[in-house]
């Protein structure tokens, strides 16, 4: 499926009632919850991202919209989406440096 | 689309459902600062970078993508600190 190359899995829960106190199953179902909330961050994050970036590098690139989208379109929708992505990486080292620091103080 | 059923939570112990929550928590919390850095990153991406010329950011652009989180997170101090006082006012 199209969200596992965002991090997330296909694990599905087995469906069949464990009894209670297996401690191997309890492990599982646990894994499970924690492997399916993990996924559904994980394409959150995805699909805001995707958001941003269409939204910002069509405003930047598709300046004049033509009857489809030409070579130099697709340069610059390439070249800007690299770039959105490496803005974000670097906002992010410092936004979370800023916040391990003021919360030290 | 979530999977996760009320069933399997009851099935679990005390202390694992605790540490499912514990792990919630914690979750929820880095969400919450993903979602602050998909705004900074909207916002000074479009303060800084006005054109597209190359696939990487210039060390130029660089400076103002740090600098524009920084005073964005000094702005907001600064106007909390600001309210707080004409509150107590």
């Known amino acids: 499926m199209a969200f596992s190359l965002f991090g997330g899995s296909d694990k599905k829960d087995s469906g069949a009632a464990p009894t209670s106190g297996d401690s191997s199953n309890v492990n599982s179902i646990k894994e499970n919850l924690q492997a399916q909330i993990l996924q559904e961050i994980a394409l959150t994050n995805a699909t805001e991202l995707i958001s941003k970036i269409s939204n910002n590098c069509y405003e930047k690139c598709i300046l004049n919209p033509g009857s489809s989208l030409s070579t130099a379109d697709a340069t610059c929708l390439d070249q800007c989406s690299e770039k959105y992505i490496q803005a974000w990486n670097t906002i992010s080292r410092r936004y979370l440096a800023r916040v391990q620091s003021e919360s030290k103080n | ?89």
């Open chain 2, 1 to 89: 689309m979530s999977q996760i059923s009320k069933n399997d939570i009851s099935q679990l112990d005390e202390a694992s459902q605790v540490e499912l929550l514990k792990f919630v928590e914690s979750e929820n919390a880095k969400a919450k600062l993903q979602s602050s850095i998909h705004m900074f990153t909207d916002m000074c991406f479009k303060k800084c970078v006005p054109t597209i010329t190359m696939g990487s950011v210039s060390p130029a652009e660089s400076t103002c993508l740090t600098n524009c989180v920084d005073r964005f997170l000094d702005t907001n101090i600064f106007v909390v600190n600001k309210i707080s006082k004409s509150m107590q006012k």
